[in-house]
């Protein structure tokens, strides 16, 4: 998502020799340090029964969160927002449209004072050609 200063770099090369799975991207979410691995290797990095991602979180002290990337705009969009699981997803002259079932889901999505919106618009367009997102 840009440039990378020591830390996040040293986080990547600890993530990386744990779980020896690829990081794409590393950047800090609300206090969250989230992890964009390659496609295919999210369960490499998680682990079996969250055993690297556990040990990854209590040595560096910090909460995180396992993304797979994915070449598709809305796959991707759908593992950035898991475990929340929508209707449906559709992208539309650069905007993205996420339907949730309740208004729960659609809260968590938008979070307090838009927080959770704004930083999944950031991940999106730095990957993808996406000018705005809707939960609906």
């Not at 990095?45 to 690297?52: E, F, Q, T």
């Not at 990337?69 to 475990?83: C, E, G, Q, W």
């Amino acid at each position: 998502m840009g440039t990378y200063d020591k830390r996040i770099i040293d986080y990547i090369n600890l993530f990386e020799n744990i779980t020896r799975s690829s990081v794409r991207d590393c950047f800090f979410q609300n206090d969250i340090l989230v992890f964009v691995v390659t496609e295919g290797q999210a369960s490499k990095a998680i682990g079996k029964n969250g055993r690297n991602v556990i040990k990854f979180a209590r040595l560096i002290n910090k909460r995180l969160k396992v993304i797979e990337y994915h070449s598709d705009p809305l796959k991707f969009m759908r593992n950035l927002i898991a475990p929340i699981k929508p209707k449906d997803i559709k992208l539309e002259d650069k905007t993205l449209e996420v339907f949730v079932e309740n208004t729960k889901d659609k809260g968590l999505l938008i979070g307090r004072d838009k927080r959770n919106l704004e930083n999944f618009k950031k991940v999106m367009k730095s990957y993808f050609k996406v000018e705005n997102i809707k939960i609906r």
